[in-house]
């Protein structure tokens, strides 16, 4: 609850809003697919890059996530997070989307009920599930990012790792490489908890009956058909499955490798301050798996491009 009366509300949403929602599309209580349209014109976006989205703390929470409490010069604050922008690839007549003529964005979101400390409750998604067609919010004005699609040529195999909404910049690289005539293989894997947290489900079924060169693995490890056998994304690679489903042997020569979602998957090396060598982290992650098959992770400080790109979507 908020101490601001109604028209200091009305003046502070008047003053710091400046998108409209277009439409919400709910899969789930907790999970949605959420299309802003800017005031201002529509920013060029590359596939894979992000935006802001941003609302204020006088906005109501989503019942049943966890409660806070603001101090009372916290009330008129405007809360942002970053999103990478996703898209439904497919129009109402199953064609590929026209995205330049859209005049909104695309996000996908996922509801965090409870902060990962008992004094944190979490600020913008319990605020953001409260939105309907037509209700006010910001939008960042700028689309930035480097984790995008450049460097990968038509013949290229393309694969597309991703846990829960980090499948959100995977949709719109797959749209665009699908407009653009690829080539090449690409194979797309989500790893969630159930079927119904896939919120693009049925759209890959839809592209893979349509396109001879796309695959679409869902992951989920909670569903009780298959709780003693579980897969998740580095599974793919120990295990075989991923060359099985491509048909062939992964090739750093000819493939690239894109990663976003949850920082465990990913498995980033850091610098060891003693020796200055990269260390992986405790748990085996898919960039330490790639690397000992001759794979290169990209490195932004050496401003090296390699065939393994990652967004740690945390």
């Not at 959420?34 to 989503?62: H, I």
């Not at 004094?119 to 939105?131: D, E, G, I």
């Not at 099985?244 to 990913?266: D, Q, R, W, Y």
């Amino acid at each position: 609850m908020t101490g601001l009366l109604p028209a200091q509300i009305d003046e502070l949403r008047q003053r710091r809003y400046n998108g409209t929602v277009f439409s919400v599309k709910k899969t789930h209580s907790d999970l949605m697919i959420l299309r802003v349209k800017p005031d201002f014109p529509k920013p060029v976006a590359l596939p894979g890059q992000y935006c802001s989205l941003g609302l204020g703390n006088w906005e109501p929470r989503f019942p049943g996530t966890q409660m806070e409490n603001l101090k009372p010069e916290d009330e008129s604050r405007l809360m942002r997070r970053a999103y990478s922008l996703s898209c439904s690839i497919l129009d109402e007549k199953q064609n590929l989307l026209d995205v330049e003529i859209q005049p909104f964005l695309e996000f996908y979101i996922v509801l965090v009920r409870e902060g990962s400390e008992p004094t944190k409750a979490p600020v913008l998604t319990p605020r953001l599930f409260m939105l309907t067609e037509g209700d006010r919010l910001n939008i960042g004005e700028k689309v930035t990012g480097h984790y995008t699609l450049e460097g990968v040529k038509s013949e290229d195999t393309v694969i597309l790792l991703s846990t829960g909404t980090g499948e959100a910049p995977h949709n719109y690289m797959i749209w665009q490489l699908l407009k653009n005539g690829h080539q090449g293989k690409i194979l797309s894997a989500c790893c969630v908890r159930l079927r119904k947290d896939l919120g693009y489900y049925e759209t890959h079924q839809k592209l893979m009956a349509r396109f001879p060169n796309y695959m679409y693995l869902p992951l989920t490890t909670r569903e009780t058909d298959n709780l003693a056998h579980k897969i998740y994304i580095q599974d793919l690679i120990t295990g075989g499955q991923m060359e099985a489903h491509l048909g062939e042997k992964l090739n750093p020569a000819s493939t690239h490798v894109f990663l976003c979602g949850n920082p465990k998957m990913i498995g980033v090396p850091e610098k060891d301050p003693q020796t200055g060598e990269r260390v992986f982290p405790k748990t085996t992650g898919v960039i330490e798996l790639l690397e000992q098959r001759g794979f290169a992770a990209d490195n932004a400080t050496l401003k090296f491009r390699g065939n393994i790109h990652f967004e740690e979507y945390w």
